[in-house]
């Protein structure tokens, strides 16, 4: 008997899950962690964070244009969070 004869045997490509990019994930945490510090007092540190935030969002998100990566929602929403957080650490700044 051949193979051919039985087609559930064939080695055809494996498709694997999409991968969530690590960018987005760190992007996530520091703009967060923005919001915390800020809340903390530590507006410096807050602010380096919701940059980090917005960087790490950017590139999470031209990561996720392949369709082996998954997370471009996730870094879509860290950077709005990290532009937001921006505009957080600088009030705490004045007040």
């Not at 903390?40 to 990561?63: C, E």
């Not at 392949?66 to 997370?71: D, E």
């Amino acid at each position: 008997m051949s193979r051919s004869n039985y087609p559930n045997n064939y080695p055809g490509p494996m498709m694997s899950a999409p991968v969530r990019s690590t960018a987005s994930i760190v992007a996530i945490l520091c703009a967060l962690g923005s919001f915390y510090f800020s809340h903390r007092h530590t507006q410096s540190l807050a602010l380096l964070l919701a940059f980090v935030a917005i960087g790490a969002g950017l590139i999470g998100g031209v990561k996720a244009l392949s369709p082996r990566v998954s997370g471009g929602i996730i870094s879509i929403f860290a950077v709005l969070l990290g532009v937001l957080g921006v505009i957080v650490a600088l009030l705490s700044f004045v007040l």
